[in-house]
DNA sequence: CATGAATGAGAGTTCATTCAT
DNA sequence: GATGAATGAACTCTCATTCAT
């Protein structure tokens, strides 16, 4: 009997084995990353526990520190998927061939567009909850994080470049519409903008449009 | 001894003794508040327990509910004081006789130092307008603070009209304005505006000074 | 209505009435530690949570914490009051007119039975002066508790004393008087004296007479 | 290449195969052990957990239950190497050529020395964690356990013999010194004779000498 | 008005153990 | 034999709030 077995570690290579086992986990993960955001999405960060992720996602508490070692973990690798996929819309967004105004624009609408349809996701990224204030997050994970950000704003910033712009000012302006994105998507979030009857989407427009017209006679 | 001494409501009219005692009241929620600013201003929002309020006013927890219905209601007092000092602070700043663009500039710096000196209070508005609506505040109390929050923003809408703009178009400036002061206050907090390498203290004049140039020729 | 009452803190003195209070606060303090003793007894130091305990004396977990900043904190007064029942054993077993010797004998079989009959009051003390130093008492409790246990001695080393044995003798007969003890009640404990087919009580005699009779020619 | 390895228990006979598992998998065990030991040594009793050991050993817990049943298990196979340990101490230290007195005191200071050096397994082998109550030991474990820790007190017990004491005199001067050592153990683990300012060694060679002297006249 | 006590829910985390693979 | 995942119970402690006194 025993003889005719064949060991599993010998039909696949132990490396394929394990290789499958990652996915699988990898797939969990992700399962327990999509309760959390939804949590997240319906109940904000502060009112949602672990308890109610692990709820949400099928597992006891206990379970969900196979997968994450503390909640701040999970803080972290929902804002590392979130920035993913920011980048993902504001690349999609982009047009390689278009004009950089068009370029330019088109980032700065994907990017502000993102978090209007996403608001949780900036609670996340910008540590809206418990005061404006990085959170427990190791200084290499976090450096990672800022990287993609900044990343998400890459495309901004070369377009700014192509028109002609000199590097340094390409960053000070990029950095200048990200601060006009974030603070209109804040205002938008609280209510704030409609108190003065304005609207996000073409005060987005105006800063935009004043940027690229900003440009240099020979850009 | 005891039975001797006359009760002070009995010595005073019954009118006379509640304007004093509302006097009294008011000054204890004062020092009430001020313990939980400087709570708020140590630990943060989410560090703040009603104990840690009660314990550094000289209460008992159950105390403070003779002042305030409950923590956010002390919450909202807090923000309206906030908003108090934040206009004092504006209106202070801005000099009646001063040109136009002068004002604008000075009440936008204002704004924006004295949320960048106390960023506590800037949480608090975040806190509080977290969502879509406000948390915990009834809407007479949202009314007002809103309000008191355009009047922190009036010197700016006036300046603007001083230099000749429409009052539409003012009122679509100051909301720009406001984002992006919003925006390079969130940005400097969450230590991303180094990650510029910017300071948003020169984004912020040459916003102030894009808007103030764009004013009509004959403004 | 109004004035027709007489207010409580009218009739008793305000001091009066405080003393109450904490007489009945007092009391259910100790409620609460006969629970946690009770359970200590049946469960032992590791099997009592405090869940446990708060069970036991009719409360929620919580509601401890109105009379114990910490599961710690219960132990040390636990073992605060084990030390004050050991040092009435003692001094009750002692009659101050016998003679040194029957004083000494007297003095460690009560101190010796006192364990014997309460296990788990010496778990206690192991548990709180576990490894070097012990654990979660501040210094001055843990000095005043170590104190409490020279006292419980301190009849031991005055018998040796009038035995006319020189202080310094006394002392180091006390402590290998109560080594043995302490010995013997582990042993005792772990099962190992009837593993040798002894009997700790009649050790213990040997040792004291040993002692006693090692008194000077004069003594 | 793989189908053409032969296996391992093709090429060995099935008991040789056996009897190289056994090996292999009590190597294992006594690494398993070892990193127990190592664990506790550091973390105390209480403070090492299933995981810790496991980790240590390179690892997982549930790979731990191949080699134990239980974490009691692996506490009582760590006993069992302790006085196996204790046993070889003592036994290195007597003398088999130097007279009896000589002999009595090499065993109690080898003994004594042994749970001096390495205090954690005083708690182990006495239970001084958790009570002082024996553990979940199968009984016949617990037996053999006991007579190993009997045997590294037969050389106290023989040297007494040796001495001419009669059998029953030497159980018993055995039994008193073994108590005496563990007292002296536990006092000087707890701080307790430093609190005497009495040194445990000088102690213990007092009670040597004591119960040497003693030997009858004809001794 | 103020206290001290109590509630009840809930927080994040750890644990020994089990089991399919 | 070993893994990784999962359980389920337990842990200490904190919180906003209530209420008799």
Do not use: W
């Amino acid at each position: 009997m025993e003889k005719s077995t064949t060991r599993r570690s010998e039909r696949l290579g132990e490396a394929r084995r394990r290789r499958g086992a990652k996915a699988v986990s990898d797939v969990r993960r992700g399962l327990i990353l999509e309760a959390a955001q939804e949590a997240f999405a319906e109940l904000g960060l502060a009112g949602t526990s672990l308890r109610e992720i692990a709820r949400r996602a099928g597992y006891t508490p206990g379970a969900l520190y196979s997968y994450f070692a503390s909640k701040e973990e999970i803080y972290g690798a929902l804002l590392g998927e979130s920035l993913e996929r920011l980048n993902a819309c504001v690349a999609a967004a982009v047009a390689e061939d278009a004009p950089p105004a068009a370029r330019l624009r088109a980032a700065a609408v994907a990017f502000f567009a993102f978090y209007r349809d996403h608001p949780r996701e900036l609670d996340l990224g910008f540590y809206l909850f418990n005061g404006v204030r990085p959170m427990g997050l190791t200084p290499a994970l976090n450096d990672r994080l800022n990287r993609r950000l900044r990343d998400a704003l890459s495309p901004v910033e070369s377009a700014l470049i192509a028109t002609g712009r000199p590097p340094s000012a390409a960053t000070r302006d990029t950095t200048a519409l990200f601060a006009q994105i974030v603070g209109l998507l804040v205002l938008q979030h609280s209510g704030r903008i409609r108190m003065f009857g304005q609207h996000a989407e073409s005060l987005l427009a105006s800063f935009v449009d004043a940027i690229a017209g900003d440009a240099p006679p020979d850009g």
